[in-house]
């Protein structure tokens, strides 16, 4: 992970950032083992195949979680796409809420864009690895971004929440 011209550039699985690293949080009384566990539970639910979403929870690894992802049901990517940035807020919020540590890293960000340098990923990445020279320039990234945009956004909603506390 590395912070350069206001943005802050994350992808490992050891990186708190990734929806790979592992931690339990819950939304509404359910406990997932990461984000990539509440994504993919997410993304059956939507598409009503309660079968695949029963074995992502029973599966304690994110790149299986993802494989049996890949295997839902009456999956429209135009649909999943339209709504996973919405659908993904509440769980990384509760990732990021739930657990002091990571809400100090994600609050340690300050104002930095949070970029997923995925090179793999150009939905939820930008398609580059930090080391690219083109990272620095949003304009030249391959991917959208999503997950760092979604993160942005949960770190500001936590600033705003701690900031209406103080007053």
Not at 98 to 124: F, N, Y
Not at 138 to 151: D, F, I, S
């Amino acid at each position: 992970m590395r912070t350069a011209n206001g943005m802050t550039f994350f992808w490992r699985t050891a990186e708190v950032f990734s929806n790979w690293n592992l931690g339990t949080f819950s939304v509404e009384g359910r406990a997932f083992n990461c984000a990539e566990q509440f994504m993919m539970f997410t993304k059956a639910m939507l598409f009503g195949d309660t079968l695949m979403a029963q074995r992502i929870m029973a599966e304690p690894n994110p790149r299986k979680q993802k494989m049996l992802g890949r295997q839902i049901q009456g999956y429209v990517d135009t649909e999943w796409h339209r709504q996973a940035e919405e659908l993904m807020f509440p769980g990384l919020l509760a990732k990021f809420t739930q657990d002091q540590m990571r809400k100090a890293a994600i609050l340690a960000t300050g104002d930095t864009l949070l970029v997923e340098a995925s090179p793999d990923d150009a939905i939820w990445g930008i398609g580059l690895e930090e080391t690219d020279p083109r990272c620095m320039n949003p304009n030249e990234w391959l991917g959208q971004n999503k997950l760092g945009r979604v993160l942005t956004r949960v770190r500001d909603a936590i600033k705003a929440n701690e900031a209406n506390q103080v007053l």
